[in-house]
């Protein structure tokens, strides 16, 4: 194992303070050496005298090129611990097994850990008790400040080593030390990008701790209870998993009393039950038959329930996801004037509102590129969606023509192949849409991540919502068919949800289970880098893009149609229960422990639920026009299709003004969250205030 400590900072025994005050006292002083007692001797120098730990933990671990040489290997290790002044990380590094190895695990000094806790805007709790923006100079009054693990989440800390890695950026043109001229770095260069493209960052991921995960799945889905341990959930995992999940958790609960509801009216509905029969049959019954009797006010029952059940649910949300965000140090989270993203280019120029050196790009020339590029490829995949769609509409037809003549069980069985097949169709289309999305953001060449991922997020929304509802809307606004859409919503339910749990869980379990877990075995005995790089052989987590694409497909499918299939609540619910335990084994076992930043909410997937809600209005209000029922009703009581039109757009806008009140009347987050949001940000700009005053004096 190769040392780090010479003049150059590659090698050397762990780890004293380059620099120590002479008037250090006794106890600092016995805390100034760094004893890993993980991995042993090698970590880079701390190179501030406050940066002080009674251990290294391990925290990411940088896979190398298999041809990267020892040189370029030492040339990165100084870079990793190089202050952040003299354009290094400030980090902890350690080479593994020696120079020529194909790791390096990373770790922080508590300096570091502080610094970017700030940067980020994170909430910290203050002496009092108190939430606060941390602050740097203030850190001493801050609970547990002097012990990162207390401090700090894992997943807080792990990301942090993680942002200030991808953003490192060359202070000047240098060459790197065993790589040809042409991977040398222009100034303002990021770093981490270009040993990337230059093949010797081959990645770099958060390292599981095999105690932690062990106590966390057996407390979540490895046991009987219901509840989810959230917090430890956040603390392991970081609050971007830790939103998804309580979500999921919010909106399965909350579909008890839709469940309820639909149980109810099929039950003492025998309409209801015939027209559920006939959807899984597939056989069709006349229009008038199917909204006959007490069906239709089960129908209307349903539908005004749906419309206030996804208002009130969403603003619910609103109020959860606030606390939340406050109990995780979340709620002032930092976002505007942040560093570049790593893939963001450009000219290199002063930043008119920073004042920092940094890659210029004119926002002009992003909206060209998004105007003639990313809207045209767009267009394109919703083009594929329509050509999708006429397909199935053309085998919809040979297959009923088939079952008039055959009227044998197989052709009855061929009724749902035209749904089967485009199921399928709008899935893979919905794969390969989504790298497509990804390439079209990174060109569109976004500044912040935060802006690159509301892009990203925002194409995905607009595809998946004419991918998934097109047909349906199709079906029920031109079409004007009842049956056909119940059948169809009934193939959604059933058979897409049994392709996500198939896809998501069943072949990445087999996979691990087969292909890559023999490959991983290890004993206590093994050397602690070899565990370490066993879990590179783990495949990279996904990301939260389906899992939030399935929950707002399923929200849509209940929100705007279930009242034309009333059980669509309680296969939701069935479903859900399962998926809830699916994804955290998922998470848990079959993938390499993500790197998330934190976050305050669910940021523009809340928006896109919001949105379908009142969507749901227009729909339900519309299908409950197509109810040949009403119509006789209405035509009884000597009204014109004219004005049955105008009523139904009427009752639209006083149920769109109900929404809104409900909206109003529930505020987004409690008075006393409230209260702490003002308190927050009036001592932020306190601290900023006197910070100008120092610097002033000075």
């Known amino acids: 194992m190769i040392k780090a400590g010479d003049d150059e900072g590659d090698g050397g025994s762990s780890t004293e303070t380059s620099q120590q005050s002479e008037d250090k006292n006794p106890a ?3 805390l100034t050496k760094l004893s890993a007692t993980t991995i042993g001797p090698g970590w880079t120098k701390v190179s501030c005298p406050c940066c002080v730990s009674k251990q290294v933990e391990p925290l990411v671990l940088v896979k190398l090129g298999e041809k990267v040489r020892p040189e370029t290997k030492r040339w990165l290790i100084r870079l990793i611990g190089a202050p952040q002044k003299d354009g290094g990380a400030a980090l902890l590094a350690h080479p593994g097994e020696d120079a020529s190895g194909d790791i390096i695990v990373v770790s922080a000094p508590r300096c570091t850990l502080l ?21 740097y100079d203030d850190r001493d009054n801050f609970k547990d400040s002097d012990n990162m693990e207390s401090f700090l989440t894992l997943a807080e800390r792990q990301y942090i080593v993680k942002y200030e890695l991808d953003g490192l950026r060359a202070q000047r043109d240098l060459r790197i030390p065993g790589l040809s001229d042409s991977s040398t770095l222009q100034h303002r260069d990021n770093i981490w990008q270009k040993l990337g493209s230059a093949g010797v960052v081959v ?15 057996e407390a979540w889905y490895s046991g009987n209870q219901l509840a989810q341990p959230l917090d430890s959930v956040n603390g392991y995992f970081g609050s971007s998993v830790a939103f998804y999940f309580s979500f999921l958790d919010f909106y399965t609960w909350s579909l008890l009393p839709p469940a309820m509801l639909g149980l109810s009216i099929t039950y003492f509905s025998g309409d209801v039950q015939k027209e559920i029969g006939e959807s899984f049959s597939g056989s069709r019954g006349t229009s008038d038959e199917d909204d006959s009797g007490s069906a239709v006010s089960g129908h209307m029952i349903q539908a005004v329930f749906s419309m206030l059940w996804s208002t009130v649910v969403m603003e619910l949300w609103k109020r959860r996801s606030a606390s939340l965000s406050y109990r995780w140090g979340t709620l002032h989270i930092a976002e505007r004037f942040a560093e570049p993203r790593p893939g963001f280019y450009g000219n290199i120029g002063v930043n008119p509102v920073t004042g920092r050196v940094e890659p210029l790009f004119p926002e002009w020339q992003r909206d060209l590129r998004m105007a003639l590029v990313s809207v045209p490829v767009v267009g ?5 969606v329509v050509v999708g769609m006429v397909c199935f509409y053309w085998g ?5 023509e088939l079952h008039k003549d055959w009227g044998s069980l197989l052709s009855q069985t061929l009724l749902y192949m035209p749904s089967v097949l485009h199921i399928v169709y709008t899935n893979v289309l919905a794969t390969v849409y989504k790298t497509v999305a990804q390439s079209l953001t990174e060109y569109e060449n976004h500044r912040e991540q935060s802006a690159f991922e509301n892009h990203l997020t925002g194409k995905v929304l607009v595809f998946t919502f004419f991918n998934y509802f097109a047909v ?6 031109f079409k004007q068919d009842v049956p056909l859409l119940r059948k169809r919503l009934a193939s959604l339910l059933i058979i897409t949800q049994l392709i996500n749990q198939v896809t998501e869980v069943v072949i990445p379990f087999l996979v691990d289970r087969f292909i890559s877990a023999p490959h991983r075995t290890e004993s206590e005995d093994d050397p602690q880098e070899d565990k370490f790089r066993n879990q590179s052989t783990l495949p990279a987590f996904p990301g939260l893009f389906a899992e939030y694409i399935e929950l707002l497909v399923q929200f849509g499918y209940l929100s705007l149609f279930s009242c034309v299939y009333p059980l669509t609540a309680v296969l939701l619910l069935i479903n859900n229960l399962t998926e809830i335990r699916s994804d ?15 976050v305050a909410n669910m940021g523009v997937w809340q928006i896109a639920f919001e949105a379908l809600s009142f969507v749901s209005v227009v729909s339900n209000c519309w299908l409950l026009l197509l109810s040949p029922r009403l119509h006789k009703l209405f035509q009884e009581g000597g009204m014109s299709s004219t004005n049955i039109l105008l009523l139904a757009v009427f009752v639209e806008h006083v149920l769109i003004l109900v929404k809104v009140i409900l909206a109003v009347l529930i505020p987004d987050e409690p008075d006393w969250l409230r209260k702490k949001r003002q308190h927050i940000e009036y001592k932020s700009m306190q601290a900023l205030r006197e910070q100008k005053l120092q610097v002033e004096e000075s």
Do not use: W
């Not at 919809?396 to 009923?400: C, F, G, I, L, P």
């Not at 349906?472 to 606004?477: E, P, V």
């Open 203 to 217: 990645d770099s991921f958060p390292l599981h701790k095999r105690d932690k995960l062990k106590d966390l799945s």
């Open 396 to 400: 919809e037809a040979q297959v009923q």
């Open 115 to 135: 610094r970017a806790t700030e940067e980020l805007g994170l909430c910290k709790t203050y002496f009092n008790g108190d939430m606060e923006a941390f602050s």
């Open 472 to 477: 349906l809307f199709h079906i029920a606004f």
């Open 28 to 30: 600092e002083k016995a």
């Open 584 to 598: 955290a084994y998922k998470i848990c076992k079959l993938f390499r422990k993500p790197c998330f930043p934190p």
């Open 380 to 384: 394109l995949f919703l083009g594929l």
